[in-house]
């Protein structure tokens, strides 16, 4: 590897004069410090486990009509020591459900957020270093995915293809990586000039090497930010598509869930059926908000200060 005497070795996390980035060690300093911070991560990681383990704890079958010792149906009965989150129209218990559905969501939101990340990383790269005709071409890429609003796009792709989780992640892929590909291209240009990438190519490091050896280990802390940015951004956008009608119809998410209530004429009176699958959207969308405020200062240096 080739770097300037004296400075941090290139595929290590560490703020130094060639990077100006902040080391691992900083980033979770600064997490600590922050309460909110430390609530988002405290509530992501609940998300994760649930979706993990939840499935297998849940008390109902989520898609079985359930019976009263009476053998009655409890229809829309409210949250309860028996059902927890209270029942839909069929008798099905919501809570069981939620429990489920969540290993969908964090499914979307994990691979959704991956893709969009490492695409971006890579087209923000190859866009910052080498500029000219492939930084032209690659930013007009860019300003057509700006210009394609998510809902009509994944619409368009789940009709094409068959309705299903890896369509929702294909959709949210094609658009999440854009913010994440800007935002890298811009320190790519700046970190290209640098002396100990200079010196790099000196020695006779081929591009490749450059980007991936020195380049990209130094701005793997802002794909970091991303992460769970794209991880939120997904979320609502399966949320979105499932409520909309396009889900896969072969598994249980909080989308779908609110969709059944919303099509079934759910009212104030069963106001449980609605409020517990928005609910869980906005902790789990929150949470991951929340976990990128220690970030602030690695995007905004005069934060810094």
């Not at 992460?227 to 951004?233: D, I, K, W």
């Not at 409020?275 to 405020?293: K, M």
Request: glycine content about 8%; some cysteine.
């Amino acid at each position: 590897m080739f770097c300037k005497p004296g400075s941090t070795p290139p595929g290590r996390f560490e703020r130094g004069p060639n990077t100006g980035m902040f080391s691992m060690k900083d980033i979770w300093r600064l997490a600590r410090r922050d309460r909110l911070s430390l609530i988002g991560f405290f509530l992501f990681a609940a998300i994760i486990v649930m979706a993990l383990i939840g499935p297998s704890l849940a008390p109902y079958e989520p898609l079985t009509i359930n019976r009263g010792l009476d053998g009655k149906v409890p229809i829309l009965k409210p949250p309860s020591a028996e059902y927890l989150l209270g029942t839909n129209d069929l008798g099905r218990d919501i809570f069981s459900q939620i429990l489920v559905g969540s290993r969908t969501v964090v499914i979307i939101g994990l691979y959704g957020a991956l893709i969009a990340a490492v695409v971006g990383t890579i087209l923000g790269v190859i866009s910052g270093y080498y500029r000219g005709h492939v930084d032209n071409v690659l930013q007009r890429l860019v300003e057509a995915a700006y210009s394609i609003p998510f809902e009509p796009l994944a619409i368009v792709i789940v009709s094409i293809l068959s309705p299903s989780v890896w369509t929702i992640i294909l959709a949210v892929s094609l658009v999440y990586w854009r913010q994440a590909m800007r935002v890298i291209r811009t320190q790519v240009l700046s970190m290209r000039e640098r002396a100990f990438i200079k010196s790099a190519r000196v020695a006779g490091a081929s591009d490749f090497r450059i980007m991936l050896y020195h380049i990209t280990p130094n701005i793997l802390p802002l794909t970091f930010v991303y992460l769970p940015v794209a991880f939120g951004n997904a979320v609502l956008a399966e949320a979105a598509i499932s409520f909309l009608g396009f889900g896969d119809p072969t598994s249980i998410s909080w989308g779908q869930i609110l969709r059944q209530a919303f099509t079934k004429g759910a009212s104030i009176q069963s106001w449980w059926w609605v409020f517990s699958p928005g609910l869980f959207i906005t902790i789990t969308t929150a949470s991951v908000f929340f976990c990128t405020r220690p970030f602030e200062e690695i995007l905004n240096p005069r934060l810094r200060r």
